[in-house]
T-cell receptor
């Protein structure tokens, strides 16, 4: 059974640009959540989707957005990138009410 | 009130010893407390989880102790092995169908051979 797949694994962007990260959940999982991991702030919740609907949103600026498609795949977008957005972005999928499985993450570096 | 405080920040244990990591929370509405293990370059992986109606849960060498009145919970790793060297995160959530986890700041464990 394939795990959570995040693409790309690594990304370098310039300040002011925008970026889109992709997450393919485990087959059959309809819940997807996103986290930002940094050395200073740790793991912080970004958003949570279930059946294409955003159920929860973390305390991040509006530059951070996401969506979920009918096949449960999810994307997150960060517009007008700032140096502080450099982080490991993690996606987790779950079958509703059960364990959340994390992907390996996308390492975003903003220069 | 949404914080989960984790200690220690780092921990060095001899092989065969017991590793203990502690977490404390404030929001009494939290209803699900998982522990995650993360190796470098990997995403976190669920180790063990507990709900507040249970005071202790054991899975192999890993045990969660939960003190509802003190709003504290801890992870005990018995017979610690070098392969356990990783970063451990406690977390809390409102279990009613949400995966909005509040994570602790992490504990970097090193087990010496």
């Amino acid at each position: 059974k394939a795990g959570v797949t995040q693409t790309p694994r690594y990304l370098i962007k310039t300040r002011g640009q925008q970026v889109t990260l992709s997450c393919s959940p485990i087959s059959g999982h309809r819940s997807v959540s996103w986290y930002q991991q940094t050395p200073g702030q740790g793991l912080q919740f970004l958003f949570e989707y279930f059946s294409e609907t955003q159920r929860n949103k973390g305390n991040f600026p509006g530059r951070f957005s996401g969506r979920q498609f009918s096949n449960s795949r999810s994307e997150m977008n960060v517009s007008t990138l700032e140096l502080g957005d450099s982080a490991l972005y993690l996606c987790a999928s779950s079958f509703w009410g059960a364990e959340a499985f994390f992907g390996q993450g996308t390492r975003l570096t903003v220069v | 009130q949404q914080q989960v405080k984790q200690s220690p920040q780092s921990l060095i244990v001899q092989k065969g010893g017991i590793s203990i990591i502690n977490c404390a929370y404030e929001n009494t509405a939290f209803d699900y407390f998982p522990w995650y293990q993360q190796f470098p370059g990997k995403g976190p992986a669920l180790l063990i989880a507990i709900r507040p109606d249970v005071s202790e849960k054991k899975e192999g060498r890993f045990t969660i102790s939960f003190n509802k009145s003190a709003k504290q919970f801890s992870l005990h790793i018995m017979d610690s092995q070098p392969g356990d060297s990783a970063t451990y995160f406690c977390a809390a959530s409102l279990s009613s169908g949400t995966y909005k986890y509040i994570f602790g700041t992490g504990t970097r464990l090193k087990v010496l051979a």
